[in-house]
């Protein structure tokens, strides 16, 4: 139920944020931006199965990034990092979960770009950020990106339970 949960609160979040948009693209788009980071790379092809045949003939609108999927290249660029489309859509993809959740987690195998991923999003997010006390209200609705400060915990250092 969860899940569900998740995907009706993106809905929702989408639809406030784009009120004339079609009301299917937004839930097919809510359900791919819940789901598909989840999935191992076998999976993807079922999953996709799944929504073509809920959705025929619909398409997932694609994330309205604005100055950030710019600034994303830049901070690829400036972190030494290769501009992979793979790993340039894993980022967009972590974007998309952080506008739908208040807590992720980044999981995977040893050399598949966690650390570069969110690095990149830090960088990225934080060249676009405006100053709150700076900017005047309108300034502050048109870009919705604030300063990022990570804080990395080791897992090992706290019980199961407190995670």
Known sequence: MRAV??????????KRQSPTA???????????????PKFLKQDLPLFT???????????????????LKDSIETSI???????VPMFIEKI???????TVRHGL???????SGKTANYKV???????VAIDIHQTSNEERNENPYR?????????KSILNEQI
């Not at 999003?121 to 060249?127: M, P, T």
């Open 121 to 127: 999003l830090h960088n990225a997010i934080n060249r």
């Open 92 to 98: 967009y993809q972590l974007t998309d979960t952080m």
């Open 105 to 111: 987690m980044l999981v995977g195998p040893t050399g």
């Open 22 to 36: 079609d009301e299917s693209e937004l839930v097919l788009k809510a359900l791919v931006d819940i789901n598909l």
């Open 5 to 14: 949960r998740s995907t009706i609160n993106a809905a929702g979040i989408l």
């Open 147 to 155: 300063k990022v400060t990570i804080r990395l915990l080791n897992p």
């Open 49 to 67: 199965n799944i929504l073509s045949d809920l959705f025929p003939g619909k398409t997932k609108p694609k994330s309205e990034l604005g100055l």
């Open 77 to 83: 660029k400036e972190l030494k990092y290769f501009p």
